[in-house]
């Protein structure tokens, strides 16, 4: 690799030619702020906070995109520099709604940070900005007075997603992040991702606080709560309360929602299983009968609105199931109050989720049967961090509880759902053994795995030649889907989630300060989903003990009709 | 004054779309002796003129179409682009141009595509200019049923075309890269450079982009020798400028002069001095983001070298007259209020920055203002100048350090609560 050498605040360095300033002041150990740029999804070189002294170059530079050249010198902490990003930080501040206190970012605010780095102590200007406009329309909260019109919400919805539900418009005073015709969310193509919410550098994106519900339903002596947690929750939440990324907060988790008053601890996984009984046995029926292929995976309610808007001409493509959030509400009001003798109209159910899209999903008027929603109140695992520490549980003393029988037992298969590929997976194990009849010891599917944007597989299983194709991020589930339209490829089974890494990642999972170390926070947590596999007792949906018995005495067999009653749904084209 | 006049020989004396009446008053002279030469050979020519940019920068032309001519065909397709947005204020020399002899533009951009074997132009025609954007429609259509644009061009296998194309109205498509963006469909914001337009441009493919004075230039050049054009300016100004002559002057309007003339000559000569009687505070010289200086500096010559050395620069070729009845703080907040609104919003210096210039300029004129405001003012500028993404904010400030150079006292006055004109309302003095 060619390289080059250049001087920064007196320390020589040799770094990779094209390396950009800022990353070769990394190399050098030297800190440089930056606040729009996010390296890989948005790199507009505007917020100029980065500025940089390059000796014998008119002006300063902004050190995230101008990229270094042999001999250069760099100042980055002249005092030219210091008072020149004090401007700038001042600029951006003044037209800040600085009410840090009532902020939900506040502590994990990265305009905070600068400022106290800063030692910014006063405000000099006087006026306010113009965007005070609150659209809490949807499940994504945008406070316009806190938007410092960085643009990273905008190349991850365009760019990354491929939604384009909002820009950036007008000029001058009046720029502002806004949607077409400065229509609510709600009512654009937004698919409620939340994945601008995880790189808003302030609080400007939120997801809708769906606690006081929460509360309200627990507070409630009329009521019984039960509340199910999804997989990727697990190897987050403890990031909220300081423990390391991906450590597995499974039981302490339990245990705090045991404290937080729910009537019972109950597990997404099992609605996972329930998913795959379905799944598997309607991609079964449609590769024997003739069905439409091929089948693509509805366990992602970003995808699903994502591909009702964009992509409705695969609606019929898309599995008939209910995602797990809702096999797991719809039996919660049907099969648990029947066995617990409880009446199904006093049965609350909460889910907490890594994600924002199943606060839209629950709300859905399809899913809702008998005139009951299957999911009452949605909380990401964001909300349910701020639940137990209003609640004054200390979280890292915990001991560790289990999950409530019936609607609690959880197999590998049902945990790997978090992960990219993971349902594929648990589909593939399950499917296996359905075909060849036997219960196979190799189920772990690498080929599957990963955080590549797009992975395609062929699986052999007892000769049948199953293709498979797997996206996560909805603008590689777009670009996956185009070769389909195209005829250029052709799959017997298509799993898609929309969050870019899966629900690891979900636009419900903690906030990072420093948002490039994504990839890797990603990785952590796959990682903790995949260890939590390989020690399960059970490993395939199917081998779920309390599967079995919903089955054998309640809903029959997969694919039965009040199977598809209860755990399936249909599609509404959007365009 | 040397009266040679290579821009305006026939405005008003032709119909401004006829080619017939354009061949017959000396057009495509220059065009027909280009189709003989060598590409190296115009373009040493145009060396030879000292030709520089007309739209504000200045950058030698000769030097710009070197590079572009360097860069090889396979790149892609070479493309022609007229900035013709003519946004800054007080400037409307190039609307002549395009309103009274439309083909002379035509006729260089053309000389231009036999250089690079372009084969697409454009004219981005500034969105109020609707009349004029008729005309040149008019003209270009006409050119081409005379064979001088088209298909094969006077036979010498060139085929160019040009397009006419207009933005929604914003000043910052003046620049370069947002004109681009402008041409494309986007919204006009500019782009990151490098890489440079001359490279990734339209389309993201070697374009050539010239204001419409500057292209206007070229057929004379040609046909005369660079050398003689040069001769009508100074040693390093070739040839004549549009000058914009407004504000309080008897004579507004614009004046063909060459470079040598000094400010003086073309504000109390041509322009027959200030009107009603009343004395020159200060010009706004190259447009709101030029230099305002006072009377002394008039004897300075309309020279790029001449200029630089006192501190200013030429522009667009606006002269803004303001008399001595004006306040410059109230002045000031008018020009700001204009950068403030035109700033495209995408970079943190130019957005806030210059809000928060009016908002202190609003504080000094209604009498609230302080002295660490012209402090802040100040610190202001230099941030703006050194950070901004774009020209426009870079040089959005140059009329507040210059006007703050000028006139410090009456800065002073107003923080203390007095303006010595008395244009500004002082209403929140407190007595």
């Known amino acids: 690799m060619e390289k080059i050498n250049l001087t920064i605040d007196g320390i020589d360095i040799s770094v990779a030619k094209g390396s950009t300033i800022l990353q070769a002041a990394k190399e050098a150990k030297v800190d440089i702020p930056t606040l729009c740029f996010l390296q890989g999804v948005h790199e507009p070189g505007s917020c100029r906070i980065c500025v940089v002294e390059v000796e014998g170059w008119r002006g300063l530079q902004p050190a995230c995109v101008t990229k270094a050249e042999e001999g250069i010198v760099v100042k980055t902490s002249s005092r030219l520099v210091r008072e020149t990003r004090r401007d700038i930080l001042e600029l951006i501040l003044a037209n800040h709604n600085r009410e840090c206190l009532s902020c939900k970012r506040n502590q994990k605010c990265e305009l905070q940070k600068l400022a106290e780095d800063f030692g910014i102590d006063s405000n000099y200007y006087e006026k306010k900005g113009t965007c005070v406009e609150l659209d809490q329309s949807g499940p994504v909260v945008r406070d316009t007075s806190k938007c410092v019109l960085c643009g990273r919400c905008v190349s991850v919805c365009s760019n990354i997603q491929k939604v384009n539900a909002i820009d950036l418009a007008y000029r001058g005073p009046n720029t502002s992040v806004t949607t077409p015709y400065e229509q609510s969310l709600s009512l654009r193509s937004c698919i409620n991702c939340g994945q601008c919410i995880k790189v808003c550098p302030v609080g400007a994106l939120q ?102 808007h964009n ?29 617990a003798g409880l009446d199904a109209n006093k049965v609350f159910v909460v889910s907490v989720m890594p994600c924002t899209a199943k606060k839209f999903e629950a709300d859905r008027e399809e899913l809702k049967i008998n005139g009951l929603k299957d999911v009452d109140a949605v909380i990401t695992t964001r909300e349910l961090a701020k ?39 648990a589909a593939l194990r399950t499917v296996a053994d359905i075909l060849t009849g036997e219960d196979l010891q190799t189920i772990e599917y690498h080929e599957v795995r990963g955080l590549e944007g797009t992975k395609e597989a062929t699986v052999n299983i007892n000769g049948m030649e199953l293709n498979v194709a797997i996206a996560h991020g909805t603008g590689n589930a777009a670009k996956l889907l185009d070769t389909i339209r195209e005829g250029k490829a052709d799959y017997h089974f298509i799993e898609v989630m929309a ?24 990785q952590l947590r796959a990682a903790s989903i ?27 067999k997969p694919g039965s009709s009040k199977a598809h009653q209860l755990l399936h749904t249909h599609y509404i084209a959007r365009n | 004054m040397g009266n040679t006049k290579i821009l305006s020989s026939r405005f008003g004396k032709i119909k401004p779309d006829s ?77 002549h141009i395009m309103a009274e002899d439309p083909l002379m533009l035509i006729e260089g951009m053309t000389i231009g595509a036999f250089i690079f074997g372009a084969k697409e132009g454009y004219i981005y025609c500034r969105g109020e ?48 890269t947002a004109l681009v963006e402008s041409i494309e469909g986007k919204t006009g914001r500019p782009r990151r450079k490098p890489p440079y337009i001359k490279n990734a441009g339209l389309n993201m493919m070697p374009t050539v982009l010239n204001n419409v004075e500057t292209y206007a230039c070229i057929p004379w050049i040609v046909k005369e020798g660079g050398e003689t054009f040069l001769s009508v300016g100074t040693e390093f100004s070739g040839g004549t400028k549009l000058m914009c002559l407004s504000g309080n002057v008897v004579q507004r309007g614009v004046y063909e002069v060459p470079f040598g003339t ?34 002394e500096l008039l004897d300075t010559k309309i020279c790029y070298n001449d200029l630089r050395k006192n501190g200013l620069s030429l522009g667009s070729g606006a002269v803004l007259v303001v008399d001595d009845t004006h306040c410059v703080v109230d002045y000031l907040k008018t020009v700001m209020e204009f950068f403030e609104d035109e700033s495209c919003g995408k970079c943190t210096p130019c957005r806030e920055g210059n809000r928060r210039m009016v908002e202190i300029l609003e504080k000094l004129t209604s009498g609230r203002g302080a002295k660490e405001d012209l402090e802040r003012l100040q610190r202001l500028a230099r941030t703006m100048r050194n950070t901004s993404f774009c020209g426009l904010g870079q040089s959005a400030p140059v009329p507040v350090t210059t006007l703050l150079k000028h006139f410090a006292a009456e800065f002073e006055a107003h923080v203390q609560g007095r303006c010595p004109s008395g244009k500004c309302s002082m209403s929140g003095v407190r007595r």
Not at chain 1, 227 to 243: D, I
Not at chain 1, 317 to 326: D, E, I, K, T, V
Not at chain 1, 390 to 400: M, T, V, Y
Request: aromatic share 10%; charged share 25%; glycine share 12%.
């Open chain 1, 530 to 556: 995949y260890s939590l596999d390989r020690t399960a007792v059970k490993r395939k949906s199917h081998d779920n003990p309390e599967i079995k018995k919903i089955y054998a005495e309640f809903l029959d």
């Open chain 2, 262 to 295: 000094t400010l003086r000559e073309l504000i109390y000569g041509l322009g027959g001095g200030i009107a009603g009687g009343k004395t020159l505070k200060f010009v706004h010289l190259g447009g709101s983001s030029g230099a305002c200086f006072p009377e």
């Open chain 1, 499 to 522: 969050c870019p890494g899966g629900c690891i990642n979900g636009g419900g999972q903690p906030i990072l300060m420093d948002k490039s170390k994504t990839q890797e926070v990603n």
């Open chain 1, 387 to 425: 639940m137990i520490k209003q609640a004054g549980i200390n979280f890292n003393e915990l001991s560790d509880s289990y999950y409530d029988e019936l609607l609690g037992t959880s197999t590998g298969a049902g945990v790997i759902f978090a992960n990219t590929g993971g349902v594929m997976e």
């Open chain 2, 129 to 176: 200019y609707s009349g004029i954007q008729k005309i040149l429609k008019s003209a270009i259509k006409n050119a081409t049923e005379a064979g001088y644009l088209g298909e094969n061009i006077m036979g010498t296998g060139l085929n160019f075309n040009i397009k006419v194309v207009s933005g929604a109205g914003a000043y910052v498509c003046g620049e370069n």
């Open chain 2, 19 to 95: 080619v017939e009446e354009f061949v017959a008053a000396g057009g495509y002279e220059g065009l027909k002796k280009a189709i003989t030469m060598k590409p190296e050979e115009i373009i040493q020519e145009i060396k030879n003129a000292y030709l520089f940019g007309r739209g504000g920068a200045a950058y030698p032309t000769g030097v710009k179409w070197e590079q572009a001519y360097a860069i090889p065909l396979e790149k892609g397709p070479k493309y022609m682009i007229c900035n013709a947005d003519e946004g800054e204020p007080g400037t409307f020399k190039d609307r």
């Open chain 1, 311 to 339: 992509y409705s001409d695969f609606l019929d493509n898309l599995s008939s199931c209910r995602s797990p959030q809702q096999m797991f509400g719809a039996v919660a009001k049907s099969y648990y109050p029947q066995k």
């Open chain 1, 207 to 308: 997801e809708r606080d769906d606690t006081e519900k929460v509360w309200k339903a627990l507070e409630d002596p009329e009521l019984h709560v039960v509340v199910q947690t999804a997989p990727a929750v697990r190897v987050a939440l403890g990031e909220e309360f300081g423990l390391p990324v991906g450590t597995n907060v499974k039981g302490k988790m339990v245990t705090a929602l045991k404290r937080l008053g729910f009537n019972k601890i109950f597990d997404t996984t099992f609605g996972a299983d329930l998913t795959i009984m379905e799944e598997g046995t309607e991609l079964l029926h449609r590769i024997n009968n003739g069905g439409k292929l091929p089948l693509i995976t509805s366990c992602s309610p970003g995808w699903v609105k994502f591909c009702e």
